[in-house]
């Protein structure tokens, strides 16, 4: 099956500080990539869509200027947490999808942060 | 926007037990997706049902459109089944939105 990496697995950072995670595709041009947050004892929560070579469309009340996204490749995009605080503390997941599977989703492993 | 309903939270069953986890949703879908999370966090899909039924191994999933409704069955239950179940839809229109995810149900088999 497709495989979709994230990097890095876990990260412990300094508040204020900008974190930046990897979601690639391995072995698949994703199209479509998707950034999902999870808070601790609550479901998943879709932040942002991003598409290869265009602006990203984020979610009522998530931040664009505090969450930068870029899909720069059909295997790659970035998600940074930009002045990290302690209430960005979250597991953050990327989902791709493919243009010939347009409802299948690959997730990632997921990234824990934690801001200090 | 979608909302997506599953029951129980918590089930806590014996090995060897049948299981089923139910998933309710509000509006018209293109396809749901049956999500198993383990305790570090990392998805795996199971399934992706747009209707009828799917079967992978010990593993059933079903779906009832007019409903709005879908069950996953475990059968045959192992610890290693242990884990939190994530029901998640694709609103209708072709799925360009992300998945809407319901709250899961934590799942724990005892030997």
């Known amino acids: 099956g497709a495989v979709v990496s994230q990097h890095p697995s876990r990260v412990i950072c300094k508040s204020g500080t900008s974190v930046k995670i990897e979601c690639r595709s391995l072995?698949?041009?994703?199209?479509?990539m998707f950034w999902y947050r999870q808070f601790p004892k609550q479901s998943l929560m879709l932040m942002a869509t991003s598409n290869e070579g265009s602006k990203a469309t984020y979610e009522q009340g998530v931040e664009k200027d505090k969450f930068l996204i870029n899909h720069a490749s059909l295997t790659l995009s970035t998600l940074t947490v930009t002045s990290a605080h302690p209430e960005d503390s979250s597991f953050y997941i990327c989902s791709a999808r493919t243009l010939r599977l347009q409802e299948t989703q690959y997730f990632g492993p997921g990234t824990r942060l934690l801001v200090l | 926007k979608n909302e997506v309903e599953q029951s129980p939270q918590n089930l806590t069953a014996q090995e060897g037990e049948f299981i089923t986890i139910n998933c309710s949703y509000s509006?018209?879908?293109?396809?749901l997706h049956w999500l198993q999370q383990h305790p570090g966090g990392g998805i795996v899909s199971l399934f992706m049902?747009?209707?009828g039924k799917k079967k992978h191994g010990r593993l059933i999933a079903t779906i009832n459109i007019q409903e709005k409704h879908s069950s996953l069955h475990i059968t045959a239950s192992h610890p290693r089944d242990s884990a939190v179940y994530i029901c998640a839809v694709n609103d209708s229109g072709g799925g360009a939105d992300g998945l809407t995810f319901g709250k899961g149900t934590h799942l724990i088999i005892q030997p």
């Open positions: 072995d698949f041009q994703a199209t479509t």
């Open positions: 049902l747009s209707s």
């Open positions: 509006v018209g879908i293109s396809a």
